[in-house]
């Protein structure tokens, strides 16, 4: 990788064996949106129980007013209110105080977002993932789930406050006001546009927006990831999709559901309403996976809502359950704007080796070489403290306890210390394991595999 890529999205005539050669050629133009299934059916029938309408109602409305709520505050409490003001430390972006060349051929690395997410008890796991993902040119937003103790979310603040690198960078934040989400209904797509608006509104300089649990772990340290995505146009959004509906249609898609995790403040059970629905005819749904790794360009079309149809996708999802793999996929597959910048794969390794209707197992250290080969950035399936954890760390990251990712920007000695005195942040030093991911994306850029999988309808 010694040139910096093109600023579009290639066609190839050729299979290409770099990330540079799968980025050279010029875009083929758009084909013309999907048009509108010719066949109508009218949904009124479907709900003829006066309480399932104000229920449906009363629930989208909710969300509406939560994802309004969402762009007009910034509900979110920085990790030290004293130092929030002060600039990023000059040491880690020179580049920001006078201009700097490296004469290198390289193209600038980009930043990343980070929505990193857990519940009661988490407040170490969310650490831990922090660590293992931190760099200083990225942006970090914590959340504690709702029904965590405010004093372990107190704690948790504490030590990030603790940590000088985050004090330097300025670059780690946690939500004081606390969402309520249930993974299984609609307050899940609440909570990720919350997060990404919140994001939107500390930075203007991050290209990608990634949401982790603390079921994830990263597979690559930073300066590979930052490294390998520096070649790839910023508008390119990383999602696993697929207009086959197949059960989802009976089990998620037509039953009428309301979340309380949009209007309650206390644990509850989903209602399901006695009425279902039928399909829409307006637009395709697309179902997926609820680990995405998404453009800007794209989080704000989601989250500023200029176009009507993340709205409207909005309240028909708000009333469906487990919703979050079905959003996302949804609105880009039928927008003319994003509809061509979608790569059918989120980079993330999970052992999938169920039916569709069961949860993946929990990864163990018996899928350690298969998850490394696969070349994924991230992995899901992990178990609190698992020994596979503690290999990752020691063999891939080359991370220590309680310790962050060393990098580029880390100048400091060998061993615990190796972070302690700080360089340029813009500086990467990518591991051979770099090659796996870029060797994946390879292969997904390919022509025979890339434009053939973009919102294919079936």
């Given at each position: 990788m010694s040139s910096p890529s093109s600023s579009t999205i290639n066609h190839h005539t050729h299979r290409p064996t770099t990330l540079q050669e799968a980025m050279q050629n010029p875009d083929p133009p758009p084909p013309p949106p999907p048009s509108s299934s010719s066949s109508s059916s009218s949904s009124s029938?479907?709900?003829?129980?006066?309480?399932?309408?104000?229920?449906?109602?009363?629930?989208?409305?909710?969300?509406?007013?939560?994802?309004?709520?969402?762009?007009?505050?910034?509900?979110?409490?920085?990790?030290?209110?004293?130092?929030?003001?002060?600039?990023?430390?000059?040491?880690?972006?020179?580049?920001?105080?006078?201009?700097?060349?490296?004469?290198?051929?390289?193209?600038?690395?980009?930043?990343?977002?980070?929505?990193?997410?857990?519940?009661?008890?988490?407040?170490?796991?969310?650490?831990?993932?922090?660590?293992?993902?931190?760099?200083?040119?990225?942006?970090?937003?914590?959340?504690?789930?709702?029904?965590?103790?405010?004093?372990?979310?107190?704690?948790?603040?504490?030590?990030?406050?603790?940590?000088?690198?985050?004090r330097a960078a300025q670059n780690v934040h946690l939500i004081g006001n606390a969402d309520i989400v249930y993974p299984k209904g609609s307050s899940s797509i609440s909570f990720t546009l919350h997060g990404a608006s919140i994001l939107l509104r500390l930075s203007s300089n991050w290209d990608w927006f990634i949401s982790l649990t603390v079921d994830d772990y990263p597979l690559v340290n930073q300066d590979d990831l930052l490294h390998i995505m520096s070649f790839l146009p910023k508008e390119l959004n990383f999602v696993n999709h697929s207009s086959y509906i197949g059960w989802k249609e009976a089990k998620r898609l037509k039953p009428v559901i309301v979340d309380p995790g949009l209007y309650r403040s206390e644990p509850n059970v989903m209602f399901y309403a006695a009425q279902k629905r039928v399909l829409p005819n307006a637009y395709r749904l697309f179902t997926g996976a609820s680990f995405n790794i998404l453009s800007r360009s794209f989080m704000e079309f989601c989250v500023v809502g200029i176009d009507n149809l993340p709205r409207t996708l909005l309240m028909y999802f708000a009333n469906t359950a487990s919703s979050l793999s079905d959003y996302f996929p949804t609105v880009i597959c039928n927008s003319r704007k994003f509809n061509k910048t979608i790569l059918n794969h989120n980079l993330l390794y999970a052992n999938f080796d169920t039916t569709p209707k069961e949860k993946p197992?929990?990864?163990?250290?018996?899928?350690?070489?298969?998850?490394?080969?696969?070349?994924?950035?991230?992995?899901?399936?992990?178990?609190?403290?698992?020994?596979?954890l503690d290999r990752i760390d020691r063999e891939i990251l080359n991370r220590h306890r309680g310790k962050v990712v060393p990098g580029g920007w880390c100048l400091g000695g060998f061993g615990n210390d190796t972070c302690s005195v700080w360089g340029d942040a813009d500086i990467l030093r990518p591991s051979p394991r770099a090659r796996g991911l870029e060797k994946l994306l390879v292969d997904l850029l390919s022509n025979d595999t890339f434009r053939s999988r973009q919102c294919i309808y079936k």
């Amino acid at each position: 990788m010694s040139s910096p890529s093109s600023s579009t999205i290639n066609h190839h005539t050729h299979r290409p064996t770099t990330l540079q050669e799968a980025m050279q050629n010029p875009d083929p133009p758009p084909p013309p949106p999907p048009s509108s299934s010719s066949s109508s059916s009218s949904s009124s029938s479907s709900f003829k129980d006066h309480l399932t309408i104000l229920l449906l109602i009363f629930a989208s409305s909710l969300l509406a007013l939560l994802l309004f709520l969402t762009l007009s505050s910034s509900p979110y409490s920085s990790p030290s209110s004293s130092s929030a003001t002060l600039p990023p430390d000059p040491f880690l972006f020179p580049t920001r105080v006078v201009y700097h060349d490296y004469n290198s051929s390289d193209p600038t690395p980009p930043s990343l977002a980070y929505l990193l997410s857990g519940s009661k008890g988490d407040s170490g796991r969310i650490l831990r993932l922090l660590y293992a993902t931190y760099h200083p040119r990225n942006q970090y937003l914590l959340h504690l789930h709702r029904f965590a103790p405010q004093t372990e979310r107190d704690l948790l603040a504490l030590k990030v406050q603790s940590e000088p690198i985050f004090r330097a960078a300025q670059n780690v934040h946690l939500i004081g006001n606390a969402d309520i989400v249930y993974p299984k209904g609609s307050s899940s797509i609440s909570f990720t546009l919350h997060g990404a608006s919140i994001l939107l509104r500390l930075s203007s300089n991050w290209d990608w927006f990634i949401s982790l649990t603390v079921d994830d772990y990263p597979l690559v340290n930073q300066d590979d990831l930052l490294h390998i995505m520096s070649f790839l146009p910023k508008e390119l959004n990383f999602v696993n999709h697929s207009s086959y509906i197949g059960w989802k249609e009976a089990k998620r898609l037509k039953p009428v559901i309301v979340d309380p995790g949009l209007y309650r403040s206390e644990p509850n059970v989903m209602f399901y309403a006695a009425q279902k629905r039928v399909l829409p005819n307006a637009y395709r749904l697309f179902t997926g996976a609820s680990f995405n790794i998404l453009s800007r360009s794209f989080m704000e079309f989601c989250v500023v809502g200029i176009d009507n149809l993340p709205r409207t996708l909005l309240m028909y999802f708000a009333n469906t359950a487990s919703s979050l793999s079905d959003y996302f996929p949804t609105v880009i597959c039928n927008s003319r704007k994003f509809n061509k910048t979608i790569l059918n794969h989120n980079l993330l390794y999970a052992n999938f080796d169920t039916t569709p209707k069961e949860k993946p197992p929990r990864l163990s250290s018996n899928d350690f070489d298969v998850m490394v080969q696969n070349g994924a950035a991230f992995a899901t399936g992990f178990r609190s403290d698992d020994p596979i954890l503690d290999r990752i760390d020691r063999e891939i990251l080359n991370r220590h306890r309680g310790k962050v990712v060393p990098g580029g920007w880390c100048l400091g000695g060998f061993g615990n210390d190796t972070c302690s005195v700080w360089g340029d942040a813009d500086i990467l030093r990518p591991s051979p394991r770099a090659r796996g991911l870029e060797k994946l994306l390879v292969d997904l850029l390919s022509n025979d595999t890339f434009r053939s999988r973009q919102c294919i309808y079936k």
